[in-house]
């Protein structure tokens, strides 16, 4: 077995006991987790998890119900501009033209 080395390190306090009890129901210490997270890191050669930021969903806290309900309201709207029985070439087309018109409102500003 190689040499070990002492790691100090400073965490939220709050944050350490969670973990603490996390790591404890299952069957280790802090210490055990850390040296298990540092050794996938070292054998993938990358951090062992995906790093992200918050999603806008996660940052505005949208529910299901609330993608539910934005989505009836498009159909609405939809329903209500005459736009609800579209084909996909005529949606192609409407795309297509805002595009260009866009283009063209960058170019005269």
Do not use: C, H, Y
């Not at 996390?22 to 050669?45: D, E, H, P, Y």
């Not at 992200?52 to 934005?70: H, I, K, Y």
């Not at 005459?82 to 795309?95: F, L, N, P, R, V």
Request: glycine share 2%; no cysteine; hydrophobic share 40%.
């Amino acid at each position: 077995m190689s040499e070990t080395t002492n790691l100090s390190i400073r965490i939220d306090r709050d944050l350490k006991d969670e973990a603490d009890r996390i790591f404890s129901a299952l069957g280790m210490n802090l210490t055990t987790a850390i040296t298990v997270f540092v050794r996938q890191a070292v054998r993938q050669k990358k951090i062992p998890f995906e790093i992200a930021l918050a999603t806008d969903s996660e940052d505005r806290g949208v529910t299901m119900q609330d993608a539910m309900v934005a989505s009836e309201r498009i159909w609405q709207n939809s329903i209500q501009n005459g736009t609800d029985k579209m084909t996909s070439t005529e949606i192609d087309a409407e795309i297509a033209s805002a595009r260009v018109q866009r283009k063209m409102r960058r170019a005269n500003q």
